[in-house]
């Protein structure tokens, strides 16, 4: 089954609409120049109204190693998403210690090389390449599905940048993603769901799953 993973999550009862359209993840922003950032504090709390089932990841942008683990461990998470511009030396360093997704901003010129650079990593998060400065995520904007799809079938890759309910189907059919993951494409306003939208997400994800016959597994970060 392919992981659906809702990031950017700033509300408990958008976190709750999220689990019960069955996503697998939920994704706490904790880049501070993110319209959809959250507190240790606020993370904390909106942790507890999540179920043990859905697995927590805290997406961070260029933090330092210890911050990160404070917080790994503080709200807890389950794993980290590294989201900026974090070297193989800080990847592999957070990798010895949690499960770690790597982000990466993917285009036609994308040389799946640079995924060697992260041996230790639990999986990639493919996003968009062409993101303005100081955006790491979060734009709407796709991703190069070609990319993806040769990376797909040799390393665990999260499909992310300008997914919606109207194309993530077509989406997984092409790029047989191990998941995918969605913010603005299921969002009313920066950080406030949709939550129709967000329950069409996951039932387009499943109708793709059932098309490729795919067997049930639950999201794992290792």
């Not at 709200?75 to 592999?92: C, F, I, N, R």
């Not at 990376?151 to 998941?179: C, K, M, T």
């Amino acid at each position: 089954m392919t992981r659906v993973k809702i990031c950017g999550i700033t509300k408990a009862e958008d976190a709750r609409a999220a689990c019960e359209a069955g996503a697998d993840a939920i994704g706490l922003n904790f880049y501070p120049r993110s319209p959809r950032a959250l507190s240790v504090q606020k993370a904390v709390e909106l942790r507890a109204s999540i179920p043990s089932g859905v697995q927590v990841f805290g997406v961070f942008v260029n933090a330092e190693a210890a911050d990160v683990l404070k917080i790994f461990r503080d709200v807890p998470l389950d794993a980290l998403q590294l989201h900026g511009d974090e070297s193989p030396t800080t990847v592999t360093q957070l990798a010895r210690l949690a499960p770690v997704f790597k982000a990466l901003r993917v285009g036609p010129d994308f040389s799946a090389a640079t995924l060697e650079n992260y041996p230790d990593v639990s999986g990639f998060l493919f996003d968009t390449a062409d993101a303005m400065p100081g955006q790491y995520g979060g734009t709407g904007r796709l991703a190069d599905w070609g990319v993806a799809q040769q990376a797909a079938r040799s390393h665990r890759v999260i499909l992310a940048g300008g997914l919606n309910a109207e194309n993530v189907a077509a989406a997984i059919l092409q790029v047989r993603p191990y998941g995918v993951d969605v913010a603005s494409g299921v969002e009313a306003s920066p950080g406030v769901k949709d939550h129709a939208q967000l329950r069409a997400f996951v039932r387009e994800a499943r109708r793709a799953d059932q098309e490729l016959n795919l067997p049930v597994e639950k999201l794992r970060a290792r």
